[in-house]
């Protein structure tokens, strides 16, 4: 569920349970600050992994967030994490 106004809940994220992985997939390898879920911005930033983990890591830290808390989201492979990767962060 988070922290309140430090860390959003993933339980029910609408980036988690997205059929398209994209935003969950940048979240994790770029970080992210600021982001406003349900009204709340959360100042918290979350550091960016994609200099640590590999396609593989960052797959299964997404299948977890999105299996975990009653989520159902549509599992993410490591292929879709490389192609994420390889775009580099949104600007």
Do not use: C
Request: charged share 20%; proline share 12%.
């Amino acid at each position: 569920m988070g922290l309140p106004g430090a860390f959003p809940p993933l339980k029910d994220d609408p980036v988690v349970l997205n059929p398209d992985p994209t935003g969950q997939i940048e979240t994790i390898l770029h970080g992210l600050h600021g982001r406003n879920v349900g009204g709340t911005v959360y100042q918290t930033p979350m550091p960016p992994f994609a200099g640590t983990l590999s396609d593989a890591d960052i797959a299964d830290i997404a299948n977890h967030e999105r299996s975990s808390w009653g989520n159902q989201g549509k599992p993410v492979t490591a292929d879709q994490v490389k192609a994420v990767r390889a775009k580099g962060p949104v600007q």
